[in-house]
């Protein structure tokens, strides 16, 4: 590291006359196969609105070089390569600010990597191929090809290649990052730190990231798992957790948290990565989702306390009903059911859906659904909503045998309503309706 301090001495101007950021493909030839992805995957092929066709064009290209990959590994780690010099000149001109075709083409490279480190290709080829992939990472307008970068040092394979391509940029980097008085990008640093990690020069890649005045996981993810192959693991954990606490720390919360909550459960402490880092970041599109994330990923921790916890954490008891209730905890659904933020529409569903195999459930359920109606909870709801909750109710309260209590609670609820409210008449016309045909069958 000594030595590379003292190349950092040149002037930064010179920073940008490298060969790799100036971007010169001298390695680029041409494909030994006939990638069919290749026509669709063209230089400004996309528009402003082209991520749904682009998504499909990455889709199509993976299962093309996954599919090769089976009989011709080294072919398909060319293809590979092909993709990715022709992610960023095709895409360039999409609007990317949904987030969509970055994730796409994350995961894209993602499952793709793996190809790339597994194929037997000779030294000779891979530092061709090597080559190649420096140079596109140089030329990536937004960082399409992180996944590569993070992997680099995988994919090079040789320790001679490792530590070439460590130390191809490592003086301009710590020159840039050593500088804070300006900002300067270099779009190989994510390789240097990768090589570095993969070659084992661990006291390198830590004194590089001590130059750097930012913090993000993006950089910092290597000097973490640097302190975890020397066997220090505590200050891993600890450099790790100290950029969740940075409020300023926004992006990479989420695997930061799955960092520190592996390695907590790899050294035997599960209770303490549950608490810590497994519950305040459950992930899904739906409070449902989120309880199952959390209920695969501890499969020996009891999933009724793992919902408990949830709606504990997260508040919003109402809203929760619907994961109770598919998750089978239905003491939890109902007391949930009772929140004024249980949607009537979802109660009065559940009551249809439960009024067989749990009659009594489901009264209960309809009943609450009758409740935020005439409390004017429900979305656009009209009296058509009170018609069908009432007829679930009482098909669920006939078969527990029910029916006087539930007539005297329809009153009470009728009679804490606005005498004026639609709803309310409907209900008041609904429970003479019904009491008018239980005085005929009792007669």
Not at 106 to 111: P, V
Not at 231 to 251: H, I, P, S
Request: proline content about 4%.
């Amino acid at each position: 590291m000594q030595a590379a301090q003292a190349e950092c001495l040149y002037p930064l101007e010179r920073l940008w006359q490298s060969p790799c950021v100036a971007g010169e493909n001298r390695l680029a030839r041409k494909p030994s196969h006939p990638w069919a992805f290749r026509a669709g995957m063209r230089a400004g092929a996309f528009s402003w609105h082209g991520t749904a066709k682009a998504v499909e064009r990455l889709k199509a290209a993976s299962s093309e070089i996954r599919a090769l990959n089976r009989s011709d590994p080294v072919a398909a780690a060319e293809g590979v390569i092909v993709l990715a010099e022709r992610i960023w000149p095709a895409f360039e001109h999409i609007d990317t600010s949904s987030g969509a075709l970055g994730t796409a083409v994350r995961r894209t490279l993602g499952d793709l990597v793996p190809v790339l480190i597994a194929a037997p290709a000779h030294e000779g080829v891979r530092a061709q191929w090597l080559e190649r992939i420096r140079t596109a990472i140089a030329e990536d307008g937004v960082d399409y090809l992180a996944p590569l970068a993070d992997g680099f040092g995988e994919i090079s394979v040789y320790p001679a290649l490792i530590n070439d391509h460590a130390d191809r940029d490592l003086a301009m980097v710590f020159a840039a990052w050593a500088d804070h008085a300006r900002f300067i990008h270099i779009p190989t640093a994510t390789l240097t730190l990768s090589c570095l990690l993969e070659a084992g020069r661990y006291d390198e890649l830590l004194a590089l990231m001590e130059v750097k005045r930012s913090r993000l996981w993006f950089d910092e993810k290597f000097a973490a798992e640097a302190l975890i192959r020397q066997g220090r693991e505590d200050e891993a954990l600890a450099r790790a957790a100290a950029l969740m606490e940075d409020d300023r720390q926004n992006w990479g919360r989420q695997e930061i948290a799955r960092f520190c909550e592996a390695l907590l459960i790899r050294r035997g402490q599960p209770d303490e990565a549950y608490r810590r880092f497994g519950l305040p970041t459950a992930m899904g599109n739906t409070w449902l989702a989120m309880w199952r994330d959390l209920v695969k990923r501890y499969p020996d921790t009891d999933p009724r306390g793992i919902l408990e916890d949830l709606i504990a954490l997260h508040g919003r008891k109402g809203k929760w009903f619907a994961a109770a209730k598919t998750a089978g905890y239905l003491d939890i659904a109902l007391d949930c059911a009772q929140d004024s933020e249980a949607a009537p529409a979802t109660l009065t569903r559940a009551a249809r859906d439960f009024a067989v195999k749990e009659p009594a459930f489901a009264t209960s359920v309809a009943l609450c659904a009758i409740r935020h109606l005439i409390a004017g909870r429900g979305y656009d709801a009209g009296p058509h909503d009170i018609d069908e909750a009432t007829e679930h109710l009482i098909a669920a309260s006939r078969r527990v045998g029910s029916m006087d209590l539930v007539h005297e609670e329809l009153r009470r609820i009728v009679e804490g309503g606005r005498n004026a409210d639609p709803l309310a008449m409907r209900l008041r016309e609904r429970i003479v309706l019904l009491e008018g045909k239980a005085d005929g069958e009792a007669g």
